[in-house]
């Protein structure tokens, strides 16, 4: 799991299967800074067709790409802007990106048979929400070290299986 | 999203946890401390407290997400309605009248018929504090606060308050632009 700020900078990543590959800590810094740059950009592709509904665009990122709310018309309303790439799936993993309207991005790498990512990921929202931006010492859009979120995500998660 | 809507999301989300005159308390001490501290300056300890607000603002907008699950609104009036309905109603559990639109709808007042801040108060009588300090001006900076992460650059201000003897407590809120913080366009 993934958080990246709203500059593009990662602060805060987790793994929660042992066992997993690492990567050097450049690597993920260049990985989510990749991905917020991707991520703006399949927003601006959104495209503005009237009354109907918006192309998939290329073989990985399929269902995400389009504004649901916006298909009808020939612009974006602009009080509900283009959502950007929100899953991309290979054949061994998914990921999951949730950005919160303050621009804050959550991303999620799952097994592509695990269900119910949304409400992980509102779970996980909620953790940080409460744990995070409630803890008076945490700078905001700084690295996250705070272990009562460590604590509780660990929990609530292994609560599920 | 209708009115209606909004008053029932900030009835299901709300969520009571800490003794409200405690924080009443809390509050009233910072503000007395803030009087002390800058020598009865009412001028910058609104600026203080609305600072204190802002960054109160920015942290809580999370929160109230994450918890009322709301989408993004779609103009100035429905986001008006979340603050009064959905906001106030989840963090103080109260619920101001939005009104006195501007023809443009950038500007509305908030009204409140009570103020939880604000039980017990009772202002100085140095003859200043009357007509200089707004006890409740850390209301204005978590509004100006919480907007800015969604993206609304707004300004705030009391016009009244009962504590100085006027008839209502009303705010102003007043929307100056929509940020843009998407990529800068393209050079083709």
Redesign the interface.
């Known amino acids: 799991m993934r958080i990246i700020n709203k500059a593009g900078g990662l602060i805060y990543q987790r793994e929660f299967q042992p066992g997993l590959r690492k990567l050097s800590t450049n690597d993920y810094l260049v990985l989510a800074g990749t991905f917020h740059g991707v991520h703006a950009i399949t927003r601006t592709i959104t495209p503005k067709l009237p009354l109907a509904p918006p192309s998939t665009s290329p073989a990985v990122s399929s269902p995400g790409n389009t504004a649901p709310a916006t298909s009808g018309y020939s612009y974006p309303n602009p009080g509900v802007p283009t959502s950007g790439l929100e899953f991309l799936e290979t054949d061994k993993f998914r990921l999951t990106c949730f950005q919160t309207l303050t621009g804050t991005k959550f991303l999620l790498f799952t097994d592509p048979l695990t269900g119910s990512v949304d409400t992980i990921m509102n779970k996980i929202y909620e953790l940080y929400a409460d744990y995070v931006m409630k803890n008076p010492f945490y700078q905001l859009e700084m690295p996250v070290r705070c272990e009562a979120f460590d604590r509780h995500l660990g929990a609530w998660l292994r609560g599920r299986t | 999203m209708s009115a209606t809507k909004a008053s029932r999301i900030g009835e299901e989300t709300r969520i009571d946890k800490v003794n409200a005159e405690l924080v009443t308390l809390t509050y009233g001490t910072i503000v007395a401390q803030l009087c002390q501290d800058y020598d009865s300056d009412y001028q910058e300890v609104n600026k203080q407290l609305e600072k204190m607000g802002y960054n109160i603002g920015?942290?809580?907008?999370?929160?109230f997400?994450?918890?009322s699950?709301v989408?993004?609104?779609?103009?100035f009036r429905?986001t008006a309605d979340m603050i009064a309905k959905v906001g106030f109603k989840i963090f103080l559990n109260v619920a101001p009248t939005v009104t006195n639109w501007t023809s443009d709808n950038n500007q509305f007042s908030l009204i409140f018929d009570e103020n939880p801040l604000a039980d017990f108060v009772e202002l100085p009588d140095d003859g200043r504090a009357q007509d200089e300090l707004w006890f409740s001006n850390i209301l204005c900076g978590v509004l100006r606060g919480s907007l800015e992460?969604?993206q609304m650059q707004i300004e705030a201000h009391f016009v009244s308050d009962v504590l100085r003897g006027d008839d209502t407590t009303e705010m102003r809120v007043s929307l100056i632009r929509?940020i843009e913080?998407?990529?800068p366009p393209e050079e083709d």
């Open positions: 920015m942290r809580l907008i999370e929160d997400l994450a918890k699950g989408g993004r609104c779609a103009n429905e992460m969604v929509y913080d998407e990529m």
